[in-house]
């Protein structure tokens, strides 16, 4: 079930949002999209085709789950295996964003095997450009 914005609700009750529609129609605001729909669980997704290690045509599909209400990841990933287009390497990220502020806080990304500069790279793609930690912060508040 997709809505206007290309948002859908994904198996795992998640919004999985494309992170144009976060730059576009939210000015590059997780915590204003996150306002408008009511939803506190968002997986951004973002799909990438680029030159690695001399190859060209690699393409990647970058998914990032920012939850409040899950305690475990493997639901968001499962999804977004399901949702990964063909021929697209999956990578996937969690931002357990009820944990901010605290000690046990961190950001899991998947090991896809191409190096984790590649992958954190495209991971704090979507982080900078959807703003995910002034979300995290003003929603945690």
Known sequence: MTDNDGASAG???????????IT???????????????????VITMQVTME?????????????????NFDSSEPLADAVAADC????KCLFGWV???RF???????YID????GDTLQNGMVAEIIEQAAV???GMALTA
């Open 133 to 135: 930690e002034a979300a």
């Open 111 to 114: 090991d896809i095997g191409v």
């Open 11 to 21: 198996m795992s009750g998640a919004h999985f949002v494309p992170l144009s529609t």
């Open 24 to 42: 576009g129609l939210y000015k590059g605001s997780l915590e204003a999209y996150m306002r408008d729909t009511g939803c506190r669980d968002v």
């Open 52 to 68: 690695v290690a001399g190859s060209k045509g690699n393409r990647f599909f970058v998914a990032l789950g920012v939850t409040w």
């Open 96 to 98: 357990p964003a009820h």
């Open 101 to 107: 502020g605290q000690d046990d806080f961190g950001i």
């Open 85 to 88: 287009p063909q021929a697209h």
